[in-house]
């Protein structure tokens, strides 16, 4: 896997403060998409230990209330291993901490991926331009929603977390 970025004491990608991991690739390629640098799997920087370390670091503060997961796109295709067994890690490493995953894949398309039972909020979808709205929370499009991932699972149909 591949990345472009690490943010730390980011509030704009979910809730409370978070340390975010922009991953390289994505298939979607959404017209004005906010980071079309990210478009190229091959882009970036390879995602090693020491990237690893500097979350981990960051997700050992109290006051830093998770992760977030965005790009490019963490579930492009060959993201999915990486971005699975990381998961897995923060899961296990960081049990308080909560994973928040931003994709353009739809939710219906994903949610039988092994670890997303330990992502707790994913926004689904593209982005779509003529549906762009600046007033929504956490998402860029109308189109997209944020799901209650463990609630989607527990009952077996979406639970939005924001309307």
């Known amino acids: 896997m591949r990345y472009h970025n690490i943010t730390k004491d980011d509030m704009l990608n979910g809730d409370g403060l978070r340390v975010v991991l922009w991953v390289a690739g994505c298939e979607h390629q959404c017209q ?7 478009w190229d799997i091959n882009g970036g920087l390879e995602f090693d ?4 370390e500097e979350i981990f670091t960051e997700l050992r503060k109290d006051y830093v209330s998770g992760i977030t997961l965005s790009g490019g796109d963490p579930l492009h295709t060959m993201n ?4 699975g067994e ?3 890690e923060i899961t296990k490493e ?3 901490k ?8 739809e939710w219906q398309h994903v949610q039988h991926l092994p670890f997303i039972k330990h992502v707790d909020i994913m926004v689904d979808g593209p982005f779509v331009e003529n549906l762009k709205d600046n007033r929504l929370q956490w998402r860029g499009s ?5 799901i209650d991932v463990k609630k989607s699972l527990e009952i077996g149909k979406i639970v939005l977390a924001v309307k």
């Open 80 to 83: 999915r291993d990486a971005i």
């Open 86 to 88: 990381l998961i897995e």
């Open 49 to 52: 230990r020491e990237a690893k």
């Open 142 to 146: 109308s189109n997209q929603k944020v």
């Open 32 to 38: 004005n998409c906010q980071n079309p640098v990210t």
């Open 98 to 105: 909560t994973i928040w995953l931003y994709s353009g894949y």
């Open 94 to 96: 960081f049990p308080q």
